[in-house]
T-cell receptor, first 116, second 114 residues
Framework: AQTVTQSQPEMSVQEAETVTLSCTYD???????LFWYKQPPSRQMILVIR??????QNATENRFSVNFQKAAKSFSLKISDSQLGDAAMYFC?????????????FGQGTRLTINP | KAGVTQTPRYLIKTRGQQVTLSCSPI?????VSWYQQTPGQGLQFLFE???????NKGNFPGRFSGRQFSNSRSEMNVSTLELGDSALYLC?????????????FGPGTRLTVL
C-alpha cells in the first residue's frame, strides 16, 4: 500500500518570503501522480499543483513550484513571495496511474502560517 | 461553471441514527469520490462512483454506503452512527475518472454525532 508522509505539522513564514513544505511517499509503482492541495479555513480543498511521475521536469504554477525527486520519493512544494492568502493546511497526495484509479492517498498535512 | 456542491453543510445526529449526504458534481463530470476527514485519521478514501457503479472502495465498514444517479449526483449513507463517525465528509468530482483526471472538491459536510 502506498503511504504519504509530511514531517512538518506546522510551518511559518514572513510575508513575501519563500517557504518549502516537505513530502515523502512510499510506493512500488513506477507510474503515478502527485498533488499538493490547499485547505483554507473554509475547508474547501483546492488543487495547487500536480506532477506526473513520468515527467522529469518539475511542475510550476505561478508562485508555486515543486522539487520532484523520483529516486528519493520526495515531492516538496516551494511557495515564493508568500502572501497572507496562502495561509492554510497543505496536503500532499498520491494517486496511482492504473486505469480507473481515483483513490487519493493523503499525507497528514502541514499547517502554514504567514506572518505579516 | 458551478463547482461541486454538497448538502447539507452541517448536520448533527445521535448515535444509532442514520444519515444521508448529497453531492452534486461539476456539470459534465461523471466520477464522484468520497473522503472522510478527521483530526486523528486525516483524509481517508471512502469510495468512488462512475456511471452509477461503485468502481473503487476504501477500507470502511459496510455501514458506509453510497450510490450515484443517472445525472451523476451521488449520495452517501451512514447507518447506525457511532461517535467516531463525526467528521468532515468531502466529495470530489472528475470528468470521467481517467487516471489523467484532476479531482475537484466540494466544501464538505460537517457531521457531528452526539
Amino acid at each position: 500500500a502506498q503511504t504519504v508522509t509530511q514531517s512538518q505539522p506546522e510551518m511559518s513564514v514572513q510575508e513575501a518570503e519563500t517557504v518549502t513544505l516537505s513530502c515523502t511517499y512510499d510506493t512500488s509503482e513506477s507510474d503515478y501522480y502527485l498533488f499538493w492541495y490547499k485547505q483554507p479555513p473554509s475547508r474547501q480543498m483546492i488543487l495547487v499543483i500536480r506532477q506526473e511521475a513520468y515527467k522529469q521536469q518539475n511542475a510550476t504554477e505561478n508562485r508555486f513550484s515543486v522539487n520532484f525527486q523520483k529516486a528519493a520519493k520526495s515531492f516538496s512544494l516551494k511557495i515564493s513571495d508568500s502572501q497572507l492568502g496562502d495561509a492554510a493546511m497543505y496536503f500532499c497526495a498520491y494517486r496511482s496511474a492504473f486505469q480507473g484509479a481515483q483513490k487519493l492517498v493523503f499525507g497528514q498535512g502541514t499547517r502554514l502560517t504567514i506572518n505579516p | 461553471k458551478a463547482g461541486v456542491t454538497q448538502t447539507p453543510r452541517y448536520l448533527i445526529k445521535t448515535r444509532g441514527q442514520q444519515v444521508t449526504l448529497s453531492c452534486s458534481p461539476i456539470s459534465g463530470h461523471r466520477s464522484v469520490s468520497w473522503y472522510q476527514q478527521t483530526p486523528g485519521q486525516g483524509l481517508q478514501f471512502l469510495f468512488e462512483y462512475f456511471s452509477e457503479t461503485q468502481r473503487n472502495k476504501g477500507n470502511f465498514p459496510g455501514r458506509f454506503s453510497g450510490r450515484q444517479f443517472s445525472n451523476s449526483r451521488s449520495e452517501m449513507n451512514v447507518s447506525t452512527l457511532e461517535l467516531g463517525d463525526s467528521a468532515l465528509y468531502l466529495c470530489a468530482s472528475s470528468v470521467d475518472g481517467a487516471n489523467t483526471d484532476t479531482q475537484y472538491f466540494g466544501p464538505g459536510t460537517r457531521l457531528t454525532v452526539l
